[in-house]
């Protein structure tokens, strides 16, 4: 479903991305893992877009020079030229890291931003699925999302992301300061949407709170692949495991 070929982004001075490659086959769950700065979220913005978006920025302004290299294939066509929006009618949806909610903006005006592609009635059932995947989310509905824990932030940037109603799903960090109660919440819905046939790539620090949902995992360093393999292969290789399960 997607293919990522040799990525490579060049932050003026600093190589975020260095010939990345890694694929996600239809309706698996996999995990790119990687401490700070290992490159992560650049990875998952380029994949979105954001990054080319900003690389265009830049060059009208004349800011920081961004390189940007390889190749990205959703369902077989090169996407690494497409805006993000065009990305996003194409089924490739970014949840972006630290809970990113419009603060002041209640829950459900938030989950409807995220519909803003979608018909009248497509909006209705997402948020009907939002409020089932994440129950809290319904009685918090008329709160301001600024408001919230970073829990229920997270539940709320995961439901707006499901609410343009992704194929591919990329989920940066979800489990990012949480408790291991709401990281544990947070974990199961992401194990539904997988079951719900949507396909989910998903970036942390550390393997262990979502090895129970990975069909397969990457773990990268300094923008670069250092092993693959499925989980239980990842479990088994002595770096990973000292590094990434915390043992
Ligand atoms: N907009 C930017 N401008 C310049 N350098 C950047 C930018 N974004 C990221 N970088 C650099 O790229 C490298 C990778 O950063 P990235 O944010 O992708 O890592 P990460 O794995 O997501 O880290 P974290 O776990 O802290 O979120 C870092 O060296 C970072 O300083
Ligand atoms: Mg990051």
Redesign the pocket.
């Known amino acids: 479903m997607l293919e990522v070929q040799n990525l490579l ?1 060049f ?2 001075n ?4 260095n010939d990345l490659s890694l694929s996600v086959e239809e309706g698996e769950v996999v995990g790119v893992f ?12 380029t994949i979105a877009g954001l990054t080319l978006h ?1 690389q265009n920025r830049e060059r009208r302004r004349g800011g ?1 020079r ?1 390189t940007l290299g390889g190749r990205i294939l959703f369902e077989g066509e090169p996407i690494e030229g497409l805006s993000p929006r065009a990305r996003v009618e194409r089924g490739v949806v970014l949840c972006r ?1 630290r809970h990113p909610v419009l603060k002041d903006n209640t829950v459900e005006e938030n989950l409807r931003l995220g519909g803003y592609l979608r018909s009248r009635r497509e909006v209705k059932q997402g948020l009907e699925e939002a409020y089932a995947l994440f129950p809290p989310l319904l009685r918090l509905r008329r709160r301001k999302a600024g408001m919230l824990s970073g829990g229920e932030k997270e539940m709320v940037a995961i439901g707006t992301a499901l609410m343009a109603r992704p194929k591919l799903i990329l989920m ?2 979800p489990l ?1 300061g949480l408790s291991p109660l709401m990281q544990s919440e947070v974990v199961r819905g992401a194990r539904e949407i997988s079951k719900k046939g949507v396909t989910v790539l998903i ?1 942390e ?1 550390y393997a262990r709170p979502v090895m129970p949902i990975i069909d397969r995992g990457y773990v ?1 360093e300094n ?1 670069s692949q250092v092993v693959a393999g499925t989980g239980k292969e990842l479990l088994e290789n002595p770096e990973v495991k000292s590094a990434y399960f915390g043992v």
């Open positions: 982004v932050y003026e600093a190589l975020a991305v990687g401490s700070n700065s290992a490159g992560k979220t650049t990875l998952l913005n900003l920081m961004i890291e940066d960090e990012l970036s620090q990268i923008g």
